[in-house]
């Protein structure tokens, strides 16, 4: 009995190639609609389905492929007796390979102002269930999906190489693949926030060298839909190939500088900031953040919010960085960066819209899911629990830090002055021992700074050392039980201190 191949595709990227390919090897080919006009068109003998089904198209194309004489022939267990005469009884022929990539819905989600019924329309019925069909049966049927695996599957015919080994890496394929296609699906119509079943997909972008460490595996992977300020939509212009920890990093950076919409440049170092600028002009806050810390920025990441020139790629050239991130640079300026032969250069729209997806973090046989820490602190947002009051200066000095102490691994401190962090305490396992390892880093410049608090103050103990380093204003939560002892202690040395109602542990 001659071979059977049924092809149905909306991306028609080399199936006139494939399909010519698979009728050199003795198959007989069965298609539909503008799939079988290509595959006709290209001087290729081929069948409508409903010439083999003798049921026509109906329902505007809805209706094509779910029929018995398919699914029969893809079902059918080859060493079955019963199913075997059950398909000669019924004059059904067995079909060998299925060929079917699914309706856009992806690019159909990806189009501005695109319909619901557009939408709809767009969610294969037909293409799923008869790949998963093939895929259930790659004991006898090869699924494909993939337009890169052409090739594969032909040089496997011709060198009777298409065994069950091959077919079953084709299925898990097939299964991947509606797999995330359902998920998109779901993923569009659910409206819960937390569903019962929460399911999402990945696409990979590359494999990595290593982990954190050299002896982890590991890889990147996108979301199917394109986020804001995503890495991924990074356009690399000069450099190695990025790193598990560069992504890490670079990751952090991104969600930093999302904050500020004046000229900003962001320094990090292990996710967290080690070194924040703003300005009138990007090289003065360049200049900023390299002097808040420039014994960390060694071998760091930065962010810029403005277009690189050739001034402040004069400072970043003479610092080793991995990575230097921008929404451009300018040809002088890509000139004498790129003299550094290893430094990763990303081009990145910056857009300072907050990612509204979730967080995930994995545990042991599990995953937390929580929204992203997107929550905005204004003016009117804010209490003042002490007699002095903070001026108008260190009201944006206040503010300023209080935006960058959310990106500060918990517990964490920030200070700064005049647009620039002075000194970050990150990662400490008490409020107290971050705060002296802020002050510690900023010394003199502590005097007349402004201190942000990742969450409330336990003890007075942190305002105590803060104005006695010469700190001359807080802005913290609020909600300690012991609240008053840190507004009497802020009183005793004229601090002024301000609330925002608001945490920002990270963990």
Not at 229 to 248: C, D, F, P, T, W
Not at 267 to 285: Q, S
Not at 292 to 303: H, K, Q, T, Y
Not at 332 to 344: G, M, V
Request: one cysteine or more; charged letters at 25%.
């Amino acid at each position: 009995m001659k071979k059977q191949a049924l092809i149905s595709v909306s991306d028609k990227t080399g199936i006139a190639d494939f399909a010519k390919g698979l009728a050199e090897q003795g198959y007989d080919i069965i298609s539909t609609g503008g799939t079988l006009r290509t595959i006709q068109e290209a001087g290729i003998e081929a069948a409508a389905v409903e010439d083999i089904t003798g049921f026509p198209e109906m329902l505007e194309g809805r209706v094509k492929t779910l029929h018995p004489v398919i699914h029969a022939g893809l079902l059918a267990k080859r060493d079955n007796d019963t199913h075997k005469q059950q398909l000669e009884e019924k004059n059904i022929n067995p079909i060998d390979i299925v060929v079917v990539n699914l309706y856009p819905f992806k690019q159909t989600l990806d189009q501005p102002n695109v319909r619901e019924e557009e939408i709809i329309e767009n969610i294969d019925i037909g293409g799923p269930t008869m790949l998963r069909a093939a895929a259930k049966s790659f004991r006898d049927v090869t699924p494909v999906v993939d337009p890169d695996d052409y090739d594969d599957i032909l040089q496997a015919i011709q060198n009777d190489e298409l065994d069950v080994t091959f077919r079953k890496k084709l299925a898990a394929k097939v299964f991947r693949h509606t797999a995330q296609y359902d998920a998109l699906i779901a993923g569009h119509f659910t409206e819960e926030t937390f569903p019962e079943n929460y399911t999402i997909t990945y696409e990979k972008v590359q494999t990595l060298r290593y982990g954190e460490n050299p002896h982890q595996e590991a890889a990147f992977y996108k979301t199917p839909i394109e986020s804001p300020m995503s890495l991924v939509s990074a356009k690399q212009r000069h450099g190695k190939e990025l790193s598990y920890n560069n992504i890490q990093d670079a990751n952090a950076a991104l969600s930093i500088i999302a904050e500020y919409d004046r000229p900003t440049a962001v320094a990090v170092k292990h996710m967290n900031p080690c070194g924040i600028g703003m300005a009138e002009d990007l090289k003065t806050a360049f200049s900023r953040a390299y002097d808040a810390d420039p014994v960390s920025i060694f071998g760091g990441i930065v962010a810029c919010n403005r277009t690189i020139e050739a001034d402040t790629a004069e400072q970043l050239s003479g610092i080793f960085l991995e990575i230097i991130i921008a929404p451009a640079f300018t040809d002088e300026a890509f000139t004498i960066l790129t003299k550094k032969k290893n430094i990763r250069l990303l081009e990145l729209k910056m857009d300072v819209a907050k990612e509204n997806s979730h967080k995930l973090m994995g545990v042991n046989g599990g995953v937390l899911i929580q929204d992203n820490d997107n929550k905005e602190t204004s003016r009117s947002d804010l209490s003042y629990p002490t007699e002095r009051k903070p001026t108008e200066r260190e009201l944006d000095d206040l503010l300023f830090a209080w935006k960058a102490v959310r990106h500060v691994k918990s517990n964490a401190i920030v200070l700064a002055n005049d647009m620039q962090t002075l000194g970050v305490g990150a990662g400490q396992m008490n409020r107290v021992g971050a705060a002296g390892i802020a002050l510690e880093q900023a010394g003199d410049k502590a005097n007349g700074a402004a201190l942000a608090s990742d969450a409330f103050f336990p003890m007075p103990d942190t305002v105590e050392i803060a104005a006695k380093a010469g700190v001359k204003a807080i802005i913290q939560p609020g909600g300690s039980k012991r609240d008053q002892d840190s507004i009497d202690m802020c009183n005793q040395y004229g601090v002024a201190m301000v609330y925002t109602g608001t945490r920002h542990f990270k963990h």
